[in-house]
Nanobody, 122 residues
Framework: QLLESGGGLVQAGGSLRLSCASS????????MGWFRQAPGKEREFVAA????????YYADSLKGRFTISRDNAKGTVYLQMNSLKPEDTAVYYC?????????????????WGQGTQVTVSS
């Protein structure tokens, strides 16, 4: 089970850090990802990190502003979001992928959280 937190309302240029806590004992073996979905749009890939944090991957448009990290001892993955823009407004979901390796495809991830709303005001 995955549970996101940390969303909220922030002004443009501000920062937020999302957290996703896992209750599973095998969290440390999963590739973890963040996706987002804005109203009326498809769910899109944001970032992913391999089981040991050794490899990270980002959507091209978000490189340099967003950082994904994980703490396997705490069973938690994070998404640090800086210099937020109104177009970053969306529901953000974390997801777990049981097979090793990075993926940007939502269907590759088998477990999903319920999402957390991020709203960036202009």
């Amino acid at each position: 089970q995955l549970l996101e937190s940390g969303g909220g309302l922030v002004q443009a240029g501000g920062s937020l850090r999302l957290s996703c806590a896992s209750s599973g004992r095998t969290f440390g073996t999963y590739t973890m990802g963040w996706f987002r979905q804005a109203p009326g749009k498809e769910r899109e890939f944001v970032a992913a990190v391999t089981w040991n944090g050794g490899t990270t991957y980002y959507a091209d448009s978000l490189k340099g502003r967003f950082t994904i990290s994980r703490d396997n001892a705490k069973g938690t993955v994070y998404l640090q979001m800086n210099s937020l823009k109104p177009e970053d407004t969306a529901v953000y979901y974390c997801a777990a992928k049981t097979n090793s390796g990075i993926s940007t495809v939502a269907s590759s991830f088998g477990s999903w959280g319920q999402g957390t709303q991020v709203t960036v005001s202009s």
